[in-house]
T-cell receptor
Framework: SQTIHQWPATLVQPVGSPLSLECTVE??????LYWYRQAAGRGLQLLFY??????ISSEVPQNLSASRPQDRQFILSSKKLLLSDSGFYLC??????????????FGPGTRLLVL | SQQGEEDPQALSIQEGENATMNCSYK?????LQWYRQNSGRGLVHLIL?????REKHSGRLRVTLDTSKKSSSLLITASRAADTASYFC?????????FGAGTRLTVKP
C-alpha cells in the first residue's frame, strides 16, 4: 500500500530564516506530487505541483520554491521566510494516470509558525 | 470560476441526525470530489462523482450531482461524534482541480 510522509510536523521559525519541508511517498512510482498551503479555517491553496523528476509548476508567485530531486521526494523551500508564510502545509500525491483532476492522497501536514 | 463553494460554512447537529452540505460551482466540470479533514490533519478522500453520474453512495455517505444547477450535495446519515470535521468539495476540469473553502461540521454527542 502507499504511504506519504511529511516532516517536521511542527516548525517555529524566525522571520528571514530559511525553510525546508520534505515529503516522501512510498509504494508507488512516478506519482504527481503537490504542495498546498492552508490558512487557519480556510481552504487549500495549491502552491506547486510536479508530474515528474525535475518538473515543477508554480501556481502562485511568492518567496517559496519546490524541488523534486527523486521520483518520490518533494521539497518545499524558502531562502527567507516572511510572517505571511505561516500556515499549514500539506503535501499530496496522485497516481498520475488521469491528470491533475484525479483523487489526491494527503500527508499529515506541517504547521509552520513564522515569528 | 471552477472552484467550488461550500454551503453552509458551519453546521452543528446532534448525534444521530443527518447532515447535508452543498457545493456550487460556476463552470463545467469532469468530476467532483468530497474530502474530509479532521482538525490539524491531512485531507482524506471520501467520494468521486463523475459529471455523467447523478448519485453515489459509500456507507453512510450519499453524494448527488446536478450539472444543470452546477451543484453537489454530501449527505451523512445517522451522524456520529466522530464525523466532526471539515468537509471540502473539489472540482476537476481541464486537467486541474480546485478545492472550496469547506464546511465545518460539528456533531454533538
Amino acid at each position: 500500500s502507499q504511504t506519504i510522509h511529511q516532516w517536521p510536523a511542527t516548525l517555529v521559525q524566525p522571520v528571514g530564516s530559511p525553510l525546508s519541508l520534505e515529503c516522501t511517498v512510498e509504494g508507488t512510482s512516478n506519482p504527481n506530487l503537490y504542495w498546498y498551503r492552508q490558512a487557519a479555517g480556510r481552504g487549500l491553496q495549491l502552491l506547486f505541483y510536479s508530474v515528474g523528476i525535475g518538473q515543477i509548476s508554480s501556481e502562485v508567485p511568492q518567496n517559496l520554491s519546490a524541488s523534486r530531486p527523486q521520483d518520490r521526494q518533494f521539497i518545499l523551500s524558502s531562502k527567507k521566510l516572511l510572517l505571511s508564510d505561516s500556515g499549514f502545509y500539506l503535501c499530496a500525491w496522485s497516481p498520475g494516470l488521469a491528470g491533475l483532476q484525479e483523487t489526491q492522497y494527503f500527508g499529515p501536514g506541517t504547521r509552520l509558525l513564522v515569528l | 470560476s471552477q472552484q467550488g463553494e461550500e454551503d453552509p460554512q458551519a453546521l452543528s447537529i446532534q448525534e444521530g441526525e443527518n447532515a447535508t452540505m452543498n457545493c456550487s460551482y460556476k463552470t463545467s466540470i469532469n468530476n467532483l470530489q468530497w474530502y474530509r479533514q479532521n482538525s490539524g490533519r491531512g485531507l482524506v478522500h471520501l467520494i468521486l462523482i463523475r459529471s455523467n453520474e447523478r448519485e453515489k453512495h459509500s456507507g453512510r455517505l450519499r453524494v448527488t450531482l446536478d450539472t444543470s444547477k452546477k451543484s453537489s450535495s454530501l449527505l451523512i446519515t445517522a451522524s456520529r461524534a466522530a464525523d466532526t470535521a471539515s468537509y471540502f468539495c473539489a472540482t476537476g476540469f481541464n486537467n486541474d482541480m480546485r478545492f472550496g473553502a469547506g464546511t465545518r461540521l460539528t456533531v454533538k454527542p
